[in-house]
Each structure stands twice: as C-alpha cells, then as structure tokens.
C-alpha cells in the first residue's frame, strides 16, 4: 500500500512561535493532500486542501494566515502554525490521494500533536 | 463538517461478538468509505463502497450501503481484542473531491 509519511508525531512548542509539520508521500505522487485538525474523542475536522503548485483552499472558519500550507512538489506538503497559542494544540493529519485521482482512498499519514505552553 | 452522523458513539462489546455500526450521510455521493483510527495514530482504509453497489464483503467486514436512506452499516463479524478502535465513514460527495468524514464509532472489544 502507499505511505505517507508525517513528521513531526510530537512537538511542544511555546506560545508564539512557528511550527511546520510535513507531510510527505513517500512510494507515490500525490497531485492532492488534505490536512485535519483533530480533537480528542472527535472526528476529522478538515482545515484545507493542499494542490500541488497552486494555493491551498482553506474550509470555513481556518484562518489562511494562521495555517499556512505550502505543496511545493508532488511528493511534499507542509502545513505552519504560525504564532501558535495553547488553544492551537491539537492532533493535526495529514492524507493523501494518488495523482490523477479525484475521489477514492485516502493514504493518511501518523499524525502530529501539537502542545504549545 | 462532518457529512453525518455514526451511531453508536461508543460500543462495548465480547471478544467473538458481531460488531454494527452504522453511518447516515446528507448529500448524493459517488462512494462511501470505512476507516480505522486507533488511538493517537492515523486512519487506515477499511473499505470503499461505491454508490451503485448495495453490498461488499473483505474478510471479517461486511459493510451495506443504502442510497435511498442515505445510510451504510459496517459489521465486523467475530471479534477480536485487537479491533478495538474508532471506526469513520467518510463520504466522496458527487462532483465533490473531498473526503468527508462522520462523526465516528468508538469499539471496545473486550477479551
């Protein structure tokens, strides 16, 4: 099966600053990522959509400044919490489809937790 | 957002028991899928259904879909410790390229 790779799975980070996580599929091109935010006992909130080459398109209610996402290649997708505050915390995935696919399985990587003090 | 709602939230079940759940969606869509997430980790892809097909088997799952309802059911037949987990649908809405997820079922199967 494809993979895809997510990195960090932890960090702690202080209040204001930057934190990227990335998300990297690893055996195929994904033309398409997604990234979620996650609460506990909760389901996958989608944050936005990530294109390769082009800007990300954002869900309601994600502020585009906050969460910038950056799909600089076929392969790669990173998401930056900026000028992160404790109420950012949260467990962040990223997924991926295979390129020239539109609909269809999701290859998700691990997952990210973010904890800022 | 979420497309719909997964019921139950929670279920608690022996090892050797069937598992049900159940998932309903609101919009017309061109598959419906099942994913695994334990704990702490990513989801894994259980199984896809697509909108003109009413039943798939892969293993131990069996999942049903009804179009008319606006409905899927996932049955995971003799259970085992190890599936303890939280299981999602997730929905490809027609038209659409993203994958929206319910609200999810938490499994606890006892051993």
């Known amino acids: 099966g494809a993979v895809v790779s997510q990195h960090p799975s932890r960090v702690i980070c202080k209040s204001g600053t930057s934190v990227k996580i990335e998300c990297r599929s690893l055996d195929f091109q994904a033309t398409t990522m997604f990234w979620y935010r996650q609460f506990p006992k909760q389901s996958l909130m989608l944050m936005a959509t990530?294109?390769?080459?082009?800007?990300?398109?954002?869900e309601q209610g994600v502020e585009k400044d906050k969460f910038l996402i950056n799909h600089a290649s076929l392969t790669l997708s990173t998401l930056t919490v900026t000028s992160a505050h404790p109420e950012d915390s949260s467990f962040y995935i990223c997924?991926?489809?295979?390129?020239?696919?539109?609909?269809?399985?999701?290859?998700f990587g691990e997952g990210s937790r973010l904890t800022v003090l | 957002s979420q497309q719909g709602e997964e019921d139950p939230q929670a279920l608690s079940i022996q090892e050797g028991e069937n598992a049900t759940m159940n998932c309903s969606y609101k919009t017309s869509i061109n598959n419906l899928q099942w994913y695994r997430q334990n704990s702490g980790r990513g989801l894994v892809h259980l199984i896809l259904?697509?909108?003109?097909?009413r039943e798939k088997h892969s293993g131990r799952l069996r999942v049903t879909l009804d179009t008319s309802k606006k409905s899927s059911s996932l049955l995971i037949t003799a259970s085992r410790a190890a599936d303890t987990a939280s299981y999602f649908c997730?929905?490809?809405?027609?038209?659409?390229?993203?994958?929206?997820f319910g609200a999810g079922t938490r499994l606890f199967v006892k051993a």
């Open positions: 997730a929905t490809d809405a027609t038209g659409g390229f993203k994958t929206i």
């Open positions: 990530s294109n390769e080459g082009s800007k990300a398109t954002y």
């Open positions: 997924s991926a489809r295979r390129q020239g696919t539109n609909t269809g399985e999701l290859f």
């Open positions: 259904i697509r909108s003109n097909e």
